[in-house]
C-alpha cells in the first residue's frame, strides 16, 4: 500500500519504518524541514533501540523517503496517518491544535477518496472533529479512524511489528477492511486485531494507559506502607503478583512514572470526565501519588542528613536521567524534580544516563551546579552520595569495590531497587530504596 505518515516524532518514525518493512511504500512527512534533513542524511532524531537500523535499510529499497511537502504526500497515498503531537493544555485536556491543523492540510490536499487515520493520542471525540475539518476543505469521500498506538519506548519496533493486539476504530467496511488488511502481516501469530466504534477506539488508548498509571501508583503506596510497617515490598510484589487476576507486569515500586503517555493520558482522561459530568477519582489519585512519589528520594535524602540546610554545599553522583532505560526521553522524569530540588537547597549534582544526557541538559538547560560524565563512574569521584534514577541495565552490577573508593562516603540513594539489601549491608553501604528497610553502615 502507498502510506503517508504525517508528523516524523517518536510515533511517526516508528510507524512509518515499521509500515515500511512490511513492504509498504511510506513517506514521511514533517514541516520542520531541519528535521527532515537529517532523516534523508540518515541521522535519526530521537533513540529508539534498532530504529536506527530499521530507516536506513528501507531507505535504501526506496520503500521509506521524507518530505516536508504534505500535498503530494496526500495526494499519492491510499491511507494518511496522523500522528503529530498532541500536547497537555493548561487545564489538562490534550491540544489538538497541529492534528487539526494538518487535517484541514489534508483536506486541501486531497485528490480522491481517503482513509485518515489519527494514530497521535487523541480525546474521545477527534476523530469526528477531524472529519469535518477535512470535509470542510473537499467534496472527496473520506473515512476517518482511530488506531491508537500502544508502543513502550525501548522496545517499540517489537511492540510495532509483533503486537498483542491492534486496535481499529471505524465506522465503515470499507475502512475495516483496508485496515485489517495493512495490519495482518503484524498479527501472523495469532494475536487479534480488535475492530471496534470510532468512539470506543479512543478511549481505549486512554484507559489503558491510565489502568496501567493506577497499579504503579498502588505499588508505590503500598511501598510507602511497607516502610512504615516493616514490610518489604519485594515480598509483597511477588506474592500479589502470582496471582493470575493481577500478574506481574506493572508492579514494581519506584520513583514515579514519566514520559510522555502516562502523566499526559491521565491529566486528559480526568478532564474528559469532566467534560461529561463524571468525576474520575482513581485517575485522579494516581496522578496526585505519582507527584508525591517523585519526591519520596528527596525526604530519605534530607532525612539522612537532618535537615535541608545540611544539604547545602554537598555533591551527589546521579545514575541515570531518563523516565525509563532503553530511550533518552526526560519528559515528566523523576530525575527532573529531584535534581530541581537539590539544585535549590544548594548541592551540586554530577549526573550520567547512557542515551539522555544531551536530552536532559536541553530539558533542564545549562547550571553551574550540575555537571555530566561520560560514564557512570566519572560522576562518582568527590560525591557525597549516589542516588539512582533510572533502572539501566549497565548499572545493576557495578564495582562496588571502586564505589566505595570513589565516593566520600558510601551512601546510596536507590529509587528503582536495583541492589540488593543484604549485599548492600555486607558491603558496608548506608542504603536507602523503596519499600524496603534502609541499612546502614
Known amino acids: 500500500m502507498n502510506i503517508a505518515v504525517i508528523g516524523s516524532g517518536y510515533v511517526g518514525l516508528v510507524a512509518g519504518a515499521c509500515f515500511a518493512e512490511q513492504g509498504n511504500d511510506v513517506v514521511c512527512v514533517d514541516n520542520d524541514a531541519r528535521k527532515i534533513a537529517m532523516l534523508e542524511q540518515g541521522q535519526i532524531p530521537i533513540y529508539e533501540p534498532g530504529l536506527e537500523d530499521l530507516i536506513e535499510r528501507n531507505a535504501k529499497l526506496k520503500r521509506l523517503s521524507f518530505t516536508t511537502e504534505l500535498e503530494s504526500a496526500v495526494q499519492g497515498a491510499e491511507i494518511i496517518f496522523i500522528a503529530v503531537g498532541t500536547p497537555q493544555d493548561e487545564d489538562g485536556s490534550a491540544d489538538l491544535t497541529h492534528v487539526l491543523a494538518v487535517a484541514k492540510g489534508i483536506g486541501k490536499a486531497m485528490n480522491g477518496p481517503k482513509i485518515v487515520v489519527d494514530k497521535s493520542t487523541v480525546p474521545v471525540g477527534t476523530a469526528q472533529l477531524v472529519k469535518r475539518t477535512i470535509q470542510a476543505e473537499t467534496s472527496y469521500a473520506v473515512d476517518v479512524v482511530s488506531n491508537p498506538e500502544f508502543l513502550k519506548e525501548g522496545t517499540a519496533l517489537d511492540d510495532f511489528l509483533r503486537p498483542d493486539r491492534v486496535v481499529v476504530g471505524v465506522d465503515s467496511e470499507h475502512a475495516e477492511k483496508v485496515m485489517t488488511d495493512l495490519y495482518e502481516p503484524f498479527t501472523r501469530t495469532g494475536n487479534p486485531i480488535i475492530v471496534m466504534d470510532v468512539v470506543s477506539a479512543e478511549m481505549t488508548k486512554y484507559a489503558a494507559n491510565t489502568m496501567l498509571a493506577i497499579r504503579v501508583s498502588f505499588m508505590n503506596e503500598i511501598a510507602l506502607l511497607c516502610e512504615k510497617s516493616g514490610a518489604n515490598i519485594n515480598s509483597v510484589r511477588n506474592g500479589i503478583g502470582s496471582d493470575a487476576r493481577i500478574g506481574k507486569s506493572f508492579l514494581f515500586p519506584g520513583i514515579g512514572y514519566g514520559g510522555s503517555c502516562f502523566p499526559k493520558d491521565v491529566q486528559a482522561l480526568v478532564r474528559t470526565g469532566k467534560d461529561h459530568g463524571v468525576e474520575l477519582l482513581l485517575a485522579a489519585a494516581a496522578e496526585q501519588v505519582n507527584a508525591r512519589q517523585k519526591r519520596v528520594l528527596l525526604d530519605k535524602i534530607v532525612g539522612h542528613y537532618g535537615s535541608k540546610e545540611a544539604i547545602r554545599g554537598k555533591r551527589f553522583a546521579m545514575w541515570g536521567l531518563a523516565f525509563k532505560p532503553r530511550t533518552d526521553d526526560v519528559r515528566e522524569a523523576p530525575a527532573l524534580v529531584i535534581m530541581q530540588e537539590l539544585v535549590k537547597l544548594g548541592a551540586s ?41 533510572t533502572e539501566w541495565s549497565e548499572f545493576r552490577a557495578p564495582s562496588f569495590t571502586r564505589l566505595k573508593d570513589q565516593l566520600k562516603a558510601p551512601v546510596i540513594f536507590d529509587g528503582r531497587n536495583i541492589f540488593g539489601r543484604k549485599d548492600m549491608q555486607t558491603l558496608g553501604f548506608t542504603y536507602y530504596s523503596i519499600g524496603r528497610p534502609s541499612v546502614t553502615a
Open 349 to 389: 549534582v554530577q549526573a550520567y544516563d547512557p542515551e539522555a544526557n544531551g536530552t536532559f541538559r536541553e530539558r533542564f538547560g545549562e547550571h553551574p551546579q550540575i555537571t555530566y560524565g561520560e560514564s557512570n563512574y566519572d560522576v562518582l569521584t568527590g560525591a557525597d552520595a549516589l542516588i539512582v534514577c
